[in-house]
């Protein structure tokens, strides 16, 4: 896998998405990658093609736990409380399968900055790159106050903030900020109700 360095919300996106499915930001549903097959569906849903996998390979239950302890990995990175703590930890995650930047021409001709991965790579520690190379692009363009929690008082989700004007508020916007958004709803219209 190449990973560009200048694309780094792919890669906090993706460190977003996999915080968000575990049973720890789930508690009702559940584990949302309880097998190999759901790992697949992650990888398909996010255009990601690691080498461990490229070759038509599905992932294996060895690839969903090494991925299941690479989310908790990454969940205490982004719940890091200093940019010092924050830069390590994404260090070591781009170490475990990163090798030195490189420069490579793209479509258009242009030199690009590239982090490639260990040919032997696992998936979990193909992931752990570009997940750790986003998240040091985060610190580094945006700030580590963009790694936040959810502001939904009933949940533990945790996410990175890579929009442009660094407003969101909640893990999963689809589904944390409609509930807020559906309990103000009802709470204005049951104190309409009680006003007329």
Not at 43 to 62: I, K, Q, S
Not at 127 to 139: P, R
Not at 180 to 194: D, G, T
Request: charged share 30%; proline share 6%.
């Amino acid at each position: 896998m190449r990973i560009p360095i200048t694309d780094y919300a792919v890669g906090a996106a993706i460190a977003t998405d996999l915080i968000n499915t575990s049973p720890t930001v789930r508690p009702t549903t559940g584990d949302a990658l309880p097998d190999p097959g759901a790992l697949a569906d992650f990888l398909a849903e996010h255009d990601l093609r690691p080498a461990a996998v490229a070759d038509g390979r599905t992932p294996t239950a060895a690839d969903l736990h090494a991925v299941g302890l690479l989310r908790r990995e990454v969940r205490v990175i982004v719940e890091t409380e200093t940019e010092e703590h924050a830069v390590a930890g994404a260090t070591v995650l781009v170490a475990r399968a990163g090798r030195a930047p490189t420069l490579v021409r793209d479509d258009d001709r242009r030199w690009q900055w590239y982090v490639p991965t260990a040919p032997d790579a696992d998936l979990a520690d193909e992931l752990a790159t570009l997940i750790g190379v986003g998240l040091l692009g985060v610190v580094r363009v945006l700030g580590h106050e963009r790694f936040r929690a959810c502001a939904t008082a009933d949940c533990r989700g945790v996410f990175v903030d890579t929009s442009r004007a660094g407003r969101r508020r909640y893990c999963m916007p689809d589904r944390c900020g409609n509930r807020v958004n559906v309990a103000n709803h009802r709470a204005r219209r049951r104190e309409e109700s009680v006003n007329r």
